[in-house]
T-cell receptor, first 117, second 113 residues
Framework: GAGVSQSPRYKVAKRGQDVALRCDPI?????LFWYQQALGQGPEFLTY????????KSGLPSDRFFAERPEGSVSTLKIQRTQKEDSAVYLC???????????????FGPGTRLTVL | QQQVKQSPQSLIVQKGGIPIINCAYE??????FPWYQQFPGKGPALLIA?????SEKKEGRFTISFNKSAKQFSLHIMDSQPGDSATYFC????????????FGTGTRLKVLA
């Protein structure tokens, strides 16, 4: 059984470049989350999808951040005009449960480490 | 009110010791409290989770103690081993919403052989 996979695992970008980070959730998982983890810190919520619908994007730090999940499976997090402060590990998590369920378990991928020079 | 405060920041114990990591929260709407273990270069992995209707939950060597009135919960690792050396995160979420996790800042545990 494959877990959550993310690609690339490492990305180096020059300031101002656009980047796209991919998440392949566990097959059949309804819910998908993106988190940002700064060095030495806990993950911070960015956005949440239930199937293809983006139900919560309250954690996206600026309008340079955009996420999509067009077919309710694979998701892409795009960061436009990257800045140094965007350097972090971006974690994707999926869950078989939908919002409002009494079960909340999330399964995390290995993350993409983004370094902006 | 959305914060989860975690302590200590780091912890060193001898093999066989019982490290204890504490978390506190303010939002009484939180109703799910997981603990995650993270090794360097890996994503967080769920260890154990608890709901507020239970005061203690044990799975293998890991135990969560929950104090609803104090709004605190803690992780105990029994008979700790060098392989338990990792960073541990507590988290909290609300089932009725999008159940996004609010994470603590993490505790770096080192178990000496």
């Amino acid at each position: 059984g494959a877990g959550v996979s993310q690609s690339p695992r490492y990305k180096v970008a020059k300031r101002g470049q656009d980047v796209a980070l991919r998440c392949d959730p566990i097959s059949g998982h309804v819910s998908l989350f993106w988190y940002q983890q700064a060095l030495g810190q806990g993950p911070e919520f960015l956005t949440y999808f239930q199937n293809e619908a983006q139900l919560d994007k309250s954690g996206l730090p600026s309008d340079r951040f955009f996420a999509e999940r067009p077919e309710g499976s694979v998701s892409t997090l795009k960061i436009q005009r990257t800045q140094k402060e965007d350097s972090a590990v971006y974690l994707c998590a999926s869950s078989p449960y939908s919002s409002g369920s009494s079960y909340n378990e999330q399964f995390f991928g290995p993350g993409t480490r983004l370094t902006v020079l | 009110q959305q914060q989860v405060k975690q302590s200590p920041q780091s912890l060193i114990v001898q093999k066989g010791g019982i490290p204890i990591i504490n978390c506190a929260y303010e939002n009484t709407a939180f109703d799910y409290f997981p603990w995650y273990q993270q090794f360097p270069g890996k994503g967080p992995a769920l260890l154990i989770a608890i709901r507020p209707d239970v005061s203690e939950k044990k799975e293998g060597r890991f135990t969560i103690s929950f104090n609803k009135s104090a709004k605190q919960f803690s992780l105990h690792i029994m008979d700790s081993q060098p392989g338990d050396s990792a960073t541990y995160f507590c988290a909290a979420s609300v089932s009725s919403g999008t159940y996004k996790y609010i994470f603590g800042t993490g505790t770096r545990l080192k178990v000496l052989a």
